[in-house]
């Protein structure tokens, strides 16, 4: 899976793709795990219900349950297992490639995930212009695109307007977890999250001690760049409330 600069996520509210998956089903796993299958439709957020946004509208009669986003999700190893995990928790999956979207999609229907949720759009401007502002309990973004190149640094997702957004998205105490193999963007990240008023640095733990039987990260770009031996960089920061 080569996915480094293969698929800018366009800028812009109109993020919106028209080639949706459709009802068939893509399998790309040979083992077909047990219990109740859903239809992709019971696992994905159609573009539609960006207007007039509402938690509600993704997980309709969720009560109080908590909030988890990922951006980002790829082949979905971390959001499977931790969704599994943690089956009071609302997860949404936001993924821009349309294949790695479907595969995800496909991927927790075929588990039977009744949890999670899929989207397919541009995650910075999700956060920056749709997501309800103290909503989330968790946001984890791992291994976000480096665009290692300078002229590409603009297409980064760690951008302020960005991190002030996600920061907003945020409840009191909720947390957002990133980590990269990447150093040089992990310093501007790790800035950027340090900086913020309205973030605290706190311990990259994702919330599992206090839940046994929880996944690890471990996601797949995790998994492959740990066998090949590369560093790791990790940053968890905390919303505090303001006085
Ligand atoms: C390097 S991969 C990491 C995948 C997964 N998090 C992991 O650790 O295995 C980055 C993923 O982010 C997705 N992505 C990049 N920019 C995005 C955006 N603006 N909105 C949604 N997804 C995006 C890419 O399509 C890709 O699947």
Redesign the pocket.
């Known amino acids: 899976m080569n996915?480094?600069n293969?698929?800018?996520?366009p800028e812009g509210p109109a993020a919106r793709p028209s080639d949706r998956t459709s009802s068939s089903r893509v399998t790309h796993e040979s083992a077909r795990p047990p219990g109740a299958q859903l239809e992709l439709s019971d696992v994905t957020v159609e573009p539609a219900l960006l207007d007039g946004f509402g938690w509600e509208r993704v997980f309709p009669g969720r009560g109080d349950r908590p909030i988890e986003l990922?951006?980002?999700?790829?082949?979905a190893?971390?959001l499977l297992h931790r969704a599994r995990s943690m089956q009071q928790h609302c997860f949404l999956g936001?993924?821009?490639?349309n294949e790695?979207y479907r595969f995800a999609a496909d991927r927790m229907a075929r588990w039977g995930v009744r949890n999670v949720r899929m989207l397919r759009?541009?995650?910075?401007?999700?956060v920056r212009t749709v997501c309800p502002r103290r909503s989330l309990t968790a946001l984890h973004?791992?291994?976000?695109?480096p665009w290692p190149k300078a002229r590409h640094h603009k297409r980064r997702?760690f951008q302020p307007a960005f991190v002030s957004a996600a920061a907003e998205c945020l409840v009191d105490g909720g947390r957002m977890f990133v980590q990269t193999d990447h150093a040089e963007y992990f310093t501007i990240i790790a800035g950027l999250l340090r900086n913020h008023p309205d973030l605290a640095a706190v311990p990259f733990e994702p919330d599992l001690a206090e839940r046994p039987g929880a996944a690890a990260i471990g996601?797949?770009?995790?998994e492959?760049y740990i066998r090949e031996g590369r560093s790791i960089h990790r940053i968890a920061v905390e919303r505090r409330p303001r006085l």
């Open positions: 996915l480094t293969a698929n800018p996520a990922e951006i980002g999700t790829g082949k190893r971390f936001i993924e821009w490639a790695f759009t541009d995650a910075g401007v999700f973004i791992y291994h976000p695109d997702l996601t797949n770009f995790e492959k």
